[in-house]
Structures are given as C-alpha cells and as structure tokens.
T-cell receptor, first 113, second 113 residues
Framework: DQQVKQNSPSLSVQEGRISILNCDYT??????FLWYKKYPAEGPTFLIS?????DKNEDGRFTVFLNKSAKHLSLHIVPSQPGDSAVYFC????????????FGKGTMLLVSP | DTEVTQTPKHLVMGMTNKKSLKCEQH?????MYWYKQKAKKPPELMFV???????INESVPSRFSPECPNSSLLNLHLHALQPEDSALYLC????????????FGPGTRLTVT
C-alpha cells in the first residue's frame, strides 16, 4: 500500500503560468515533507521541504503548502519555465526529517514555451 | 563540491557474473544510501551506512552486498543476479544519518540478462 501518492503521472503547463503538483499521504507519523526534482539521466535533486509545524514554505518561484488535516501537500511553481520540465517526486519522513524517506511515484511536468 | 558520482553509468551483466557499482562523495557526509528504482516506480531504500557502518538493510537479498571502504566511498557488489534485478541503482548521501535532505548521484542503469 502506497503511503505517499502522486495521482497525476503527468502535467502540462504553458510557460509563465502556474504549475501545481499534488501529493497525498496516509501515514500520520510523517512530519517532514520534501519535493525532489529529477531530470533524465540525473539523480533526484532536493528542491524544497516543509515541516509539519508549518503550512507554507516559499523559496523563490517554488512554494509548498501543507494541509495536515487533509494529509495533502502541493508544490506551486510560479511562473513556470521550460527548464522546470522534469519529474517531481514528493517524499515524506518521520522524526522531524530524520527517518527513512518514502517517495511517491512522481509527476512528470512539461512546461511548453 | 555538492556532487555524488556513480560508476558505471550503464552495466549489462549475465546471471553468473560478479560486478560492482561504485559511489563517491566529497561533501564530508557521514551517511550514504543505496536505492533501487524500477521504471515508473519511486526509489526504494536498500541500505544505509552511517559512519561507515551498515545501519539499515531493508531485507535485501544476499546477492546484493554493500561495502563502505571509507567515508567517501560506497560500493554495491553484485553476484548471481536475476533479470528482475534490472533497475536504476541510485546512491545518495546526507550530512546526518537518515536526514531527509539527501544528495543523489545520477544512478547506474543495470540490465541483467
């Protein structure tokens, strides 16, 4: 049973628009959440994280929102750029980020010019 | 230097072969990880080393044998693999044991024939 779910395998967005990637989790012990970005032929790269004590964390064009009651988080990219085209993995951890990572299956984002 | 390197990039081996995957980092990280990723699936944790000692083995078959010769190097020795072991093998490192913020290498694409 998947504990971290990314229900959209792919997402297409036009350059300059907002990209919203969603993630749901089932394990109540998760208290630290991350997004990793993966280009073809490269390993995943850490993008942004959020602790369960917060509901929002922002870093430049990237914002992660956490809704604990719904066990849902989302990654917003504004404005989207063609270079953002990649696979985005949602990941979760317990123990305030010091426990085994559980990954979602990933969402492939395609940003077209 | 925030890079994790892995060699080889691609490996094709028969079921009777013995081969090794190599991983190296020079960030002074004290934790290193092996993950296995099948197509359209999330990375799955195999092993974790902390301060050069094996700390986590996620019930991986003995045909996979990890080794950490020093704090910068991590090997994965392969012997008598099965075709279903074909996958992308990712190495990662982090400053602390089981830190969720991990640096990944580009992976070794393994095909077992």
């Amino acid at each position: 049973d998947q504990q971290v779910k990314q229900n959209s395998p792919s997402l297409s967005v036009q350059e300059g628009r907002i990209s919203i990637l969603n993630c749901d989790y089932t394990n109540s012990m998760f208290d630290y959440f991350l997004w990793y970005k993966k280009y073809p032929a490269e390993g995943p790269t850490f993008l942004i994280s959020i602790s369960s004590i917060k509901d929002k964390n922002e870093d430049g064009r990237f914002t992660v929102f956490l809704n604990k009651s719904a066990k849902h988080l989302s990654l917003h990219i504004v404005p989207s750029q063609p270079g953002d085209s990649a696979v985005y993995f949602c990941a979760a951890s317990g123990d305030s980020g010091y426990s085994t990572l559980t990954f979602g299956k990933g969402t492939m984002l395609l940003v077209s010019p | 230097d925030t890079e994790v390197t892995q060699t080889p990039k691609h490996l094709v081996m028969g079921m009777t072969n013995k081969k090794s995957l190599k991983c190296e980092q020079h960030m002074g990280h004290r934790a290193m990880y092996w993950y296995k990723q099948k197509a359209k699936k999330p990375p799955e944790l195999m092993f974790v080393y902390s301060y050069e000692k094996l700390s986590i083995n996620e019930s991986v078959p003995s045909r996979f044998s990890p080794e950490c010769p020093n704090s910068s190097l991590l090997n994965l020795h392969l012997h008598a693999l099965q075709p279903e072991d074909s996958a992308l093998y990712l190495c990662a490192s982090s400053q602390r044991f089981q830190s969720a913020e991990q640096y990944f290498g580009p992976g070794t694409r393994l095909t077992v024939t």
